[in-house]
């Protein structure tokens, strides 16, 4: 069964950082492009990165161009995403999710994470 | 930037009745490249389907989606209890996108 776990949601005060991560299992992880979206009630779902299955190629939405950074570690089946600067604009729950065929880029997702909330406030 | 609108925002139906989802995008995407997703409190959103018409994996054959060009639409056709959810329409033909979602709530 292919799972993916996010971690790392926390409150934090404007200004700050944060890294979330995302461990997974059920599936090649390494043939697969992963993304991180975000979930707020007003705006709904929002795509805010991806990165191929080899690490070489990073996307961003332009509302986090700049302060976030993507990375994935092969060997351990995981994913991250490093927040700097943070805003209130960034208090979302984020999920993971894999894109839906190999070795492919900017895809639909075929399973996601229920994903770890981050709230950002003094 | 490919803008998608969904509507209605919120649809008020019973269990048993036919429910149609539309997705309007501001200019064409390519190949019909179009996924409809479902999304319950606390739960991963779930994928329904890719292609504008392909049910993924799983899904039962209530769920059918059509359109092309600008214009796609997400049919139930007889709608479960446990339909009811929000759904986004996403496209992936230019960038990633998605709509702002239609509540489907029971009546």
């Known amino acids: 069964e292919v799972q993916l776990v996010e971690s790392g949601g926390v409150v934090v005060q404007p200004g700050g950082s944060l890294r979330l991560s995302c461990a997974t299992s059920?599936?090649?992880?390494?043939?697969?492009?992963m993304h991180w979206v975000r979930h707020t009630p007003g705006k709904g779902l929002e795509w805010v990165s991806l990165i191929t299955w080899d690490g070489s190629g990073a996307y961003y939405a332009d509302s986090v161009e700049g302060r976030f950074t993507i990375s994935r570690d092969n060997s351990k089946n995981s994913l991250y995403l490093q927040m700097n600067s943070l805003t209130t604009e960034d208090t979302a729950l984020y999920h993971c999710?894999?894109?839906?065929?190999?070795?492919?880029?900017?895809?639909?997702?075929?399973?996601w994470g229920r994903g770890t909330l981050v709230t950002v406030s003094a | 930037e490919i803008v998608l609108t969904q509507s209605p925002g919120t649809l008020s139906l019973s269990p048993g009745e036919r429910a149609t989802l539309s997705c309007r995008a501001s200019q064409s995407v390519s190949s019909s490249y179009l996924a409809w997703y479902q999304q319950k409190p606390g739960q991963a959103p779930r994928l329904l389907i890719y292609?504008?018409?392909s049910r993924a994996t799983g899904i039962p054959d209530r769920f059918s989606g059509s359109g092309s060009g600008t214009d796609f639409t997400l049919t139930i056709s007889r709608l479960e209890p446990e339909d009811f959810a929000v759904y986004y329409c996403?496209?992936?033909?230019?960038?990633?996108?998605f709509g702002q979602g239609t509540k489907l709530e029971i009546k």
């Open positions: 059920g599936f090649n992880f390494d043939d697969y492009t």
């Open positions: 996403q496209q992936y033909g230019s960038s990633l996108t």
């Open positions: 999710a894999k894109e839906g065929d190999t070795r492919r880029m900017f895809w639909f997702s075929d399973v």
């Open positions: 292609g504008a018409s």
